[in-house]
């Protein structure tokens, strides 16, 4: 049982978009916060956005600000990452993740449950 699973990830031209699910079953009113990290071959897992499930609040790292949208279904239990204007860069394993104490926190050890991880590849 995984308490986190991501979908929606695949091959994409530059410029197209996708939409990333995450669906959690452990939620937590005490850790409400809700994120989404990715990794690329060689690099660190870098946060991409971030969502408090209880107020809707939003966070986004300035590469994706204006192209990524967090969003939730309270009702499926779901987060979305909708990916507009994909760029090549934009290429790695997406994660979701939760348990942190605080929404913003970019250091990926501040998360203690983590999905499997869904792959975006866009290409050139």
């Known amino acids: 049982q995984v308490p986190l699973v991501e979908s929606g990830g695949g091959s994409v031209q530059a410029g197209g978009s996708l939409r990333l699910s995450c669906v959690w079953s452990q939620f937590s009113y005490e850790r409400p916060c809700i994120a989404w990290f990715r990794e690329a071959p060689g690099k660190e897992r870098d946060m991409v956005a971030a969502?408090?499930?209880?107020?809707?609040?939003?966070f986004y790292v300035d590469s994706v600000k204006g192209r990524f949208t967090v969003s939730q279904d309270a009702v499926k239990n779901t987060i979305y990452l909708q990916m507009n204007s994909l760029k090549p860069d934009d290429t790695a394993m997406y994660y979701c993740a939760a348990g942190a104490r605080r929404c913003q926190l970019e250091d990926f050890h501040a998360w203690n449950y983590w999905g499997q991880g869904t792959q975006v590849t866009v290409s050139a």
């Open positions: 969502i408090e499930t209880r107020d809707g609040t939003t």
